[in-house]
């Protein structure tokens, strides 16, 4: 089996599924056209059959991206199968995504539907869609609620229909690591050719376990992983393709896989789809987040300035960062207050940097930020009151 997993971004469809985080056709073809030069794999790019401009936004980004492949999200219903169909064929490699449910609590309560009227509709819609597309991903819906059996069965359907990649969401985010990757240990044994087949996951963050469930399902066999820019999607959201690539990428020696993700764009990603969504991301993010690679504290800051892998297991500018920032605050030590002050263009020593770092804890005990031109104040206001 590959090493390399592929990555499936869903921002512009699972992404823009957040209440309130719709995206303009021209935001949508920006996304998508940074998404393909930056490596990702397969690009969801909408919903075609969900509105007039989910469509125009499939086909526009169907026409303008060169590599990535193209995929079109449809139900389980003929007119979902053709209108996805319609939309990315005129890309250089297009892909109809279709999906219905399979656990009990979705078949009785939403679909109405018995396990047998289910298989049916897969082999169905399936068929359906490999007469319109060679590229077939097959959905079960809420997978890590239906039983393993049915599951397998579902599977072996699906494969069988002429689906090429075979996705096993945890739609509500409910699922546990080691039960993720036992699912897919499971189906994978038990389905009949379920080696021509491309296994995914897909993981919802309810539980904060998203990354954690697609690195697991990814170790149970998996090697396309679902996931969007800053983890944006319904309710809390889907595993963020950045800590996804970023984990593959710093623990190559317990996670032995590649991507083809060029890393130092992600930073680039996450400012656009921010913008795009109006959706800001927190500040401890990881690996986006503003405060992602600065330090304050003082024992962290005086490490860093020693060396910076005291306190940093990623370099800044592997994802797109310039530089580590030493915020200085209440908490900094006299090391870092030193280096800021030469970096501003102050030499002291003495008597002198012991009083200037008196009045920064000072001033910073009463401020909640401490920028540059207040320490540029202090310092001066200081140099007058010794002339005077
Ligand atoms: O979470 C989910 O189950 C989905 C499917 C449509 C793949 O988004
Ligand atoms: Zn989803």
Redesign the pocket.
């Known amino acids: 089996m590959s090493d390399q997993i592929i990555i499936f971004d869903t921002t512009l469809r699972?992404g823009e599924q957040s209440p309130g985080a719709s995206m303009t056709l021209d935001e949508k073809v920006q996304i998508a056209t940074l998404l393909d030069e930056m490596g990702v794999d397969v690009i969801e790019a909408g919903f075609p059959i969900a509105s007039e401009g989910d469509f125009e936004a499939v086909s526009e980004i169907a026409r303008q991206v060169e590599t990535s492949v193209i995929a079109g999200?449809a139900r389980a219903i003929p007119a979902d199968i053709d209108r996805a169909g319609e939309a990315v064929r005129h890309a250089r490699r297009p892909r109809i995504h279709t999906?219905v449910s399979t656990s009990p609590i979705h078949l009785e309560h939403q679909m109405k539907k018995n396990q047998d009227e289910v298989l049916e509709i897969i082999n169905a819609t399936v068929r359906q869609a490999r007469n319109l597309c060679d590229d077939i991903e097959w959905?079960a819906?809420?997978a890590t609620r239906t039983p393993l059996d049915y599951l397998a069965k579902c599977v072996e359907v699906a494969i069988r229909a002429g689906a090429t990649t075979i996705?096993l969401?945890d739609?509500v985010g409910y699922c546990v690591p080691a039960e993720y990757k036992a699912m897919f240990e499971y189906v994978r044994a038990n389905v009949p050719d379920a080696d021509k087949a491309v296994f995914s996951v897909?993981c919802?963050n309810d539980l904060g376990l998203a990354v954690a469930n697609s690195l697991a399902g990814v170790e149970g066999g998996a090697r396309q992983v679902e996931c969007t820019i800053n983890g944006l999607g319904?309710r809390a959201g889907n595993a963020a393709l950045e800590e996804i690539v970023m984990a593959v990428r710093t623990r190559a020696d317990v996670l032995p896989y590649t991507t083809r993700v060029d890393t130092t764009q992600l930073t680039r990603a996450s400012k656009l789809v921010a913008v795009a969504s109006g959706f800001t991301v927190q500040y401890n993010k990881a690996i986006v987040g503003k405060n992602a690679f600065a330090h304050e504290s003082g024992i962290h800051q005086d490490g860093m300035l020693k060396h910076a892998e005291t306190y940093e297991i990623m370099r800044p500018e592997d994802v797109g960062v310039r530089a580590t920032s030493l915020v200085m605050g209440k908490h900094s030590g006299r090391h870092a207050f030193k280096e800021k002050l030469a970096e501003l263009g102050y030499e002291l020593g003495g008597n002198a940097l012991q009083e200037a770092f008196r009045r920064f804890k000072d001033l910073a005990d009463r401020k909640k930020h401490v920028y540059d031109e207040d320490i540029e104040a202090l310092i001066e206001d200081h140099i007058t009151e010794d002339a005077e």
């Open positions: 699972d999200l999906f959905s819906m809420d996705n969401p739609t897909h919802h319904e």
